[in-house]
């Protein structure tokens, strides 16, 4: 996969637009079939991941439509109210990512303990996508407590949706052991919280689900016809290698999930001196206070930890772990 990483295509705007467009009418075109066919969610995971990895295409007045349907009762006819909500949370999904406003995500909120297993599985999988933008606040933190309390099945996606989600990470880490604590869990759900806990990675339980759909969205980007634009936007293309990145970067791209300790910018910092590879040599600090080499040739790994810093405070303690450091002189290479 790394030739994506520096690929010179560019994706044109308009016909991901037109791709939007056209699976939001097929979406209302198929809303009073019941039950509710396995297309219908592609189309919605389709408007939400343009939505998150390919914002610049998503057409600038859809997301109102898409507002306003969401809100009209009227528009499900006399559907079952069980169909009425599994119809609509990958549109606030999608909604939500272009306001930025929770509301639209209160049908996966209020349903995140239902308890039925299938019900609630499905909303939890449609925060995939949006899941390292939402905070847990303590009302959802208490539907999670709550699903791992009753020892519901299928429980380890909501803990891994809460693993990668904003939010204090000593706050998490601080619930995960009281819930590990104080209740008995499910292989899977006990498992997860463990690898957490020890700073290890928990195998990511969704991916294999967005994989399947992200291929959905792959074939109809893939395919769609060319078209002549009505009018001319900017930027005009976007390049692939950039929405790439975006994918990359996304915590539930991969096959394990970590509860992220931030422990690079804390630990680990540059120090300027030369080495027999002509690598650049950072070094670590153990955790008995002990320094070791680390060369690191990749250019991106350098540019990775040089944007690390967050705030002053963070890069403080990189200056003083850089001087306690060139107090020892140089570590010898591990």
Same mark, same amino acid.
């Given at each position: 996969m790394a030739?994506? %990483?520096?690929?010179?295509l &560019?994706? %044109?705007l308009?016909?991901i637009a &037109?791709?939007?467009?056209?699976?939001?009418e097929?979406?209302l @075109?198929d809303?009073?079939i019941e039950?509710v066919?396995?297309r219908?969610?592609l189309r919605?995971f389709?408007?939400?991941?343009?939505? #998150?990895?390919?914002?610049? !295409?998503?057409p600038?007045?859809?997301?109102?439509k898409m507002?306003d349907?969401?809100?009209?009762d009227?528009a499900f006819g006399?559907?079952d109210p069980t169909?009425q909500?599994v119809?609509?949370?990958?549109?606030?999904?999608?909604?939500?990512v272009?306001? @930025?406003n929770?509301?639209?995500?209160?049908?996966q909120?209020?349903?995140?303990a239902?308890g039925?297993?299938?019900?609630?599985?499905?909303?939890?999988r449609?925060?995939?996508?949006?899941?390292?933008?939402?905070?847990f606040d303590?009302?959802l933190?208490?539907?999670?407590?709550? @699903? +791992?309390?009753s020892?519901?099945?299928?429980? $380890?996606?909501?803990?891994? +949706?809460?693993a990668?989600s904003?939010g204090?990470?000593?706050?998490?880490i601080?619930?995960?052991t009281a819930?590990?604590t104080?209740?008995?869990?499910?292989?899977?759900?006990?498992?997860t919280?463990a690898r957490?806990?020890?700073?290890?990675p928990?195998?990511?339980?969704l991916?294999?689900?967005?994989?399947?759909?992200?291929?959905?969205?792959?074939?109809?980007? @893939?395919?769609?016809?060319?078209?002549?634009?009505?009018s001319?936007?900017?930027?005009?293309?976007l390049?692939?290698?950039?929405?790439?990145?975006r994918?990359?970067?996304?915590?539930?791209?991969s096959?394990y999930?970590s509860?992220?300790?931030?422990r &690079?910018?804390?630990t680990?910092?540059?120090?300027? #001196?030369?080495?027999?590879?002509? /690598?650049?040599?950072y070094?670590?600090?153990d955790?008995?206070?002990?320094?070791?080499?680390i060369?690191?040739? $990749?250019?991106e790994?350098?540019?990775?930890?040089?944007?690390s810093? /967050?705030?002053?405070k963070e890069?403080?303690?990189?200056?003083k772990?850089?001087?306690?450091a060139?107090?020892?002189?140089? !570590?010898?290479n591990?």
């Open positions: 030739e994506f %990483d520096s690929s010179p &560019s994706i %044109d308009d016909r &037109s791709v939007c467009e056209e699976e939001w097929l979406f @075109g809303m009073n039950p066919p396995e219908q969610d919605g389709l408007l939400n991941w343009v939505a #998150v990895f390919a914002p610049e !295409a998503f600038p007045t859809l997301s109102a507002a349907w969401m809100d009209d009227s006399r559907s169909w909500l119809k609509r949370p990958f549109i606030g999904a999608t909604v939500y272009v306001t @930025g929770p509301h639209w995500l209160r049908i909120f209020d349903n995140f239902h039925d297993s299938q019900l609630r599985s499905f909303f939890h449609t925060l995939a996508l949006i899941a390292p933008r939402l905070t303590a009302e933190i208490a539907r999670l407590e709550a @699903g +791992l309390r020892r519901y099945f299928v429980m $380890s996606p909501p803990l891994v +949706l809460y990668v904003q204090d990470v000593e706050e998490k601080a619930n995960l819930w590990k104080t209740y008995p869990m499910n292989p899977d759900e006990e498992k919280v957490f806990l020890s700073d290890e928990a195998p990511n339980p991916q294999s689900w967005l994989l399947k759909n992200t291929s959905y969205v792959a074939l109809r980007l @893939g395919c769609q016809s060319g078209i002549a634009s009505q001319v936007r900017l930027p005009i293309g390049g692939f290698s950039e929405v790439w990145e994918l990359r970067k996304h915590p539930l791209s096959g999930v509860l992220e300790r931030h &690079s910018t804390k680990m910092f540059e120090l300027s #001196v030369s080495n027999p590879n002509d /690598e650049v040599l070094l670590m600090k955790a008995s206070g002990n320094y070791y080499g060369p690191f040739s $990749s250019v790994m350098v540019d990775d930890f040089r944007n810093f /967050e705030n002053e890069a403080q303690l990189y200056e772990d850089a001087a306690d060139k107090k020892l002189g140089c !570590a010898k591990q």
